[in-house]
């Protein structure tokens, strides 16, 4: 396949030849090296690619566990910089969460950090570094953490599919080095101009007709949102960051999945023999396959009905007619109209603030991990924040530790997640219960946003 640089920056998929390898915690492989590594992220025209990645590859190698099972992992630093890692929607203990600056300090160059925890959730979750995020991740520093549940789900097999985007300059097929950029921090994140599914360029699986799936969908870029669809597959949403549904939902029309979200499906194959099915990328002025499943033979069973529900994971339930109101207001960025916040202690004009690199505020002041916790809660109530987004541009707020639900309009309880969409001006209800002790953080996955001020925490005790 030849493609021209000019081509290049309107194409919307990539990849490496790399698919990430399988490991498990119950294995005698306890150590995993983030490393500097050159591989062929771009098509064969292209030179390679400089990334950071564990054991020098982008996604990272799949941690594959039982629930229940401890996961141990020693993470050895072989970076030029200081890191950490962070084991995302894991109901971890705190001192695991690798947050540094909040949980732990960064590992320096040369040195390891040892991760010891148990998996208590059957879900889909992933793991990447949380020093310089907005940096670390978008060179590729991440990988999928999947927790099977005890007994097989009703599936002829599965896929673990890792959407990114990468910002690469074309003229030297090397990640732009453009981070911190301002445009960035104050817009809509670092967005790619090269998307990738398990780092494969127009990534393609073959599959039998009727043929059922179980597929894994993480967002693993820096900021964007996938808009998707399914094409020649029938499909139900059966999780959402790892939390099953009680009910199955049908998959109809477009489903939207933001940075660090995940969804898990399942689909039949319904495209004809020599044809294919589809996961199906929306977005822009180009609608393209993420996916392609091509259908190279036919099943030997007919379609199936509605897939029963995954096994729910236990959770305590939220007690709204006691639970305590909590209010964080996100102002800031571009085209806001926010003039001025508190940082650093004192009140500090938007220019003050832009030249700090800030943008953002939590509740009028810049966010941080330095300053006092949004709320100190009390180990078993009921938590309802109510967020809003008075802002020009989207936010996925993710709050470490521990999965609240997003309350419908109704009062009802919706959705159970770790990381919930706001669009520009929308605000939205969540309810937790503060169950897991220790200092979490609360922050937007638009790493850019987070690294300009969005960024808090509670502490549970």
């Not at 591989?39 to 390679?48: A, E, F, S, T, W």
């Not at 090397?174 to 670092?190: C, E, K, N, P």
């Not at 689909?267 to 993420?290: I, K, N």
Request: charged share 20%; proline share 5%.
């Amino acid at each position: 396949m030849n493609i021209s640089k000019r081509d290049f920056l309107r194409m919307s998929a990539a990849g490496l030849a790399y698919m990430p390898n399988a490991l498990s915690a119950q294995t005698d492989l306890l150590s995993v090296t983030a490393r500097v590594a050159d591989v062929q992220l771009l098509p064969d025209d292209y030179g390679k690619t400089q990334i950071w990645g564990f054991d020098g590859i982008a996604p990272g190698p799949e941690i594959r566990v039982t629930q229940g099972a401890r996961v141990k992992r020693r993470i050895i630093n072989d970076l030029p910089d200081p890191t950490s890692t962070h084991w995302h929607g894991i109901r971890i203990e705190n001192a695991m969460d690798g947050v540094a600056g909040l949980t732990q300090d960064s590992v320096r160059p040369g040195q390891g950090f040892d991760y010891d925890f148990i998996a208590p959730d059957a879900g889909t979750y992933w793991y990447h570094a949380h020093n310089r995020s907005f940096e670390q991740v978008a060179r590729g520093l991440q990988g999928a953490l999947i927790v099977e549940e005890p007994e097989p789900i009703d599936v002829d097999r599965e896929e673990v599919l890792i959407l990114d985007d990468w910002r690469i300059d074309p003229e030297t097929a090397q990640i732009a080095d453009t981070f911190g950029a301002m445009h960035d921090l104050s817009h809509a994140g670092r967005l790619g101009n090269y998307i990738t599914t398990n780092g494969t360029y127009n990534l393609a699986r073959k599959v039998k007709r009727h043929e059922r799936l179980r597929l894994r969908l993480i967002n693993a870029s820096n900021a964007r949102i996938f808009q998707l669809a399914l094409d020649g597959l029938e499909g139900w949403v059966v999780a959402m960051d790892g939390m099953p549904l009680a009910t199955p939902r049908p998959v109809e029309g477009s489903f939207l999945l933001s940075s660090a979200q995940r969804v898990d499906l399942i689909v039949d194959v319904t495209a004809e023999m020599g044809s294919a099915g589809h996961l199906v990328h929306l977005g822009g002025d180009e609608t393209f396959s993420q996916v392609a499943f091509e259908v190279t033979s036919d099943g030997a069973r007919a379609p199936r009905g509605t897939p029963r529900p995954l096994p729910p994971n236990a959770h305590a339930m939220p007690d709204l007619a006691n639970a305590r109101d909590i209010a964080l207001l996100m102002e800031g960025g571009a085209m806001g109209g926010m003039r001025g916040a508190m940082m650093g202690g004192r009140m500090s004009s938007m220019r003050d603030m832009m030249q700090a690199g800030s943008f953002w505020a939590f509740n009028g002041a810049v966010g941080g991990m330095d300053g006092p916790p949004l709320a100190e809660l009390s180990l078993g109530e009921t938590v309802r924040l109510k967020i809003t987004n008075d802002t020009s541009f989207p936010h996925a707020m993710h709050l470490h530790g521990m999965h609240f639900y997003e309350i419908e309009r109704d009062g009802s309880l919706g959705a159970f997640r770790d990381t919930t969409l706001l669009d520009r001006g929308e605000v939205r209800d969540i309810a937790f219960v503060a169950d897991n002790p220790g200092k979490w953080l609360l922050h937007c996955h638009m790493l850019s946003h987070a690294a300009a001020g969005m960024m808090a925490w509670v502490n549970v005790s």
